[in-house]
């Protein structure tokens, strides 16, 4: 893959990232904007001889998924706890 096909590939990753707004089906946008974005990143870095390039991007992506994902599972957590205790104390 040359230079101008991995920019390419990244920018239209950024643009799928911005799709991630869209009610519903946004975070499938969002992850596959991510992951063609890593992957344009990887190519460039490839391309340039510069491995730190990817790295440094590698590791903020790797924790924003972490963090996403422990996210969601404490806020559906919530919401299942919050129903369990709608009804009241009797």
């Known amino acids: 893959m040359n230079l ?39 190519n ?7 491995r730190r390039i990817f790295n440094y991007l590698l590791i903020p992506a790797v924790l924003l998924l972490i963090v996403s994902v422990i ?3 404490s806020l559906v957590a919530s919401l299942f706890a919050g129903g369990l205790f709608a009804g009241g104390v009797t």
């Open 4 to 42: 101008s096909t991995a920019k390419t590939l990244a920018g239209v990753g950024m643009i799928f990232k911005l799709f991630g707004a869209v009610p519903v089906v946004g975070w499938i946008f969002s992850l596959v904007g991510l992951i063609l974005f890593l992957i344009g990143i990887y």
């Open 71 to 73: 996210f969601s599972v």
């Open 44 to 50: 460039i870095s490839q391309q340039v001889g510069e």
